[in-house]
C-alpha cells in the first residue's frame, strides 16, 4: 500500500541550530504535505503545509520544501528554541473524494538548551 | 472557542466492555475522522464521515464501530472485538472540499 517514510526517528540539536525533517511518499497522485507538531498528551497541530503546486513556503523560522520528481519533502526549523521539542508529523494527501491522508512515523525532536 | 473536543481525556476498558469515546466540533466541518495513534507509529485511520448519517471504514475498522447522527458529533465505540485497545486516540475535522485537517486533544484508552 501506499506509505510516508520519515527521517530521522528521533533528533537533538543544540539550541540556536537548524533541525531538517525528511519525507518520501510513494503516491503520486498526493499533492497536499502538512506538518503537524504535537506534544506530550495533546492532538497534533497543524504549523505548516505546501500543495504540490509550490516547490517551497516559509513562516518565520519554519519553512517546507517539496521535490515532486524524487517525491520528497522536508522540514525546515531554524534558530531552534526549547519550546520547539515535540514530536513532527509529516503527511501526503490525495484527493479522492475527500482528501485521504497517509502520516509519517513521527520525529523527536529535541532542542538542548 | 472554536475547536474540536474530545472526552474524556483517559479512559480505562475492562475485559469484554464496549467504551465510546466523544467527539464534538464546532467548526461546522463536514468530514470527520478517527485516527489510532500506537507509539513509533504514524496514526492510522479508522472510519470517517464526509456527511451526516453517512460513514466509511478505515484501514483498520475492525473491533469498532461509529455514528453520524449530528454533523457536530462523531461517537466512536470500542467493542470488545477490539483485543488490542490501548491506545491514544484521536478525533479530526475538516470541511469538505478543504484539505487541512484539524484535531482534537485526543483520549488515552487503557485496558485495566
Known amino acids: 500500500g501506499e506509505n510516508v517514510e520519515q527521517h530521522p526517528s528521533t533528533l537533538s540539536v543544540q539550541e540556536g541550530d537548524s533541525a531538517v525533517i525528511k519525507c518520501t511518499y510513494s503516491d503520486s497522485a498526493s499533492n497536499y504535505f502538512p506538518w503537524y507538531k504535537q506534544e506530550l498528551g495533546k492532538g497534533p497541530q497543524l504549523i505548516i503545509d505546501?500543495?504540490?503546486?509550490?516547490g517551497e513556503k516559509k513562516d518565520q523560522r519554519i519553512a517546507v520544501t517539496l521535490n515532486k520528481t524524487a517525491k520528497h519533502f522536508s522540514l525546515h526549523i531554524t534558530e531552534t528554541q526549547p519550546e520547539d521539542s515535540a514530536v513532527y508529523f509529516c503527511?501526503?494527501?490525495?484527493?479522492?473524494?475527500?482528501?485521504?491522508?497517509?502520516f509519517g512515523t513521527g520525529t523527536r525532536l529535541k532542542v538542548l538548551a | 472557542d472554536g475547536g474540536i473536543t474530545q472526552s474524556p481525556k483517559y479512559l480505562f476498558r475492562k475485559e469484554g466492555q464496549n467504551v465510546t469515546l466523544s467527539c464534538e466540533q464546532n467548526l461546522n466541518h463536514d468530514a470527520m475522522y478517527w485516527y489510532r495513534q500506537d507509539p513509533g507509529q504514524g496514526l492510522r485511520l479508522i472510519y470517517y464521515?464526509?456527511?451526516?448519517?453517512?460513514?466509511q471504514k478505515g484501514d483498520i475498522a475492525e473491533g469498532y464501530s461509529v455514528s453520524r447522527e449530528k454533523k457536530e458529533s462523531f461517537p466512536l465505540t470500542v467493542t470488545s472485538a477490539q483485543k488490542n485497545p490501548t491506545a491514544f486516540y484521536l478525533c479530526?475535522?475538516?470541511?469538505?472540499?478543504?484539505?487541512?485537517?484539524?484535531f482534537g486533544s485526543g483520549t488515552q484508552l487503557s485496558v485495566l
Open positions: 464521515s464526509q456527511i451526516v448519517n453517512d460513514f
Open positions: 503527511a501526503a494527501a490525495a484527493f479522492s473524494g475527500t482528501y485521504k491522508y497517509i
Open positions: 479530526a475535522s475538516s470541511d469538505r472540499t478543504n484539505e487541512k485537517l484539524f
Open positions: 505546501i500543495r504540490s503546486n509550490v
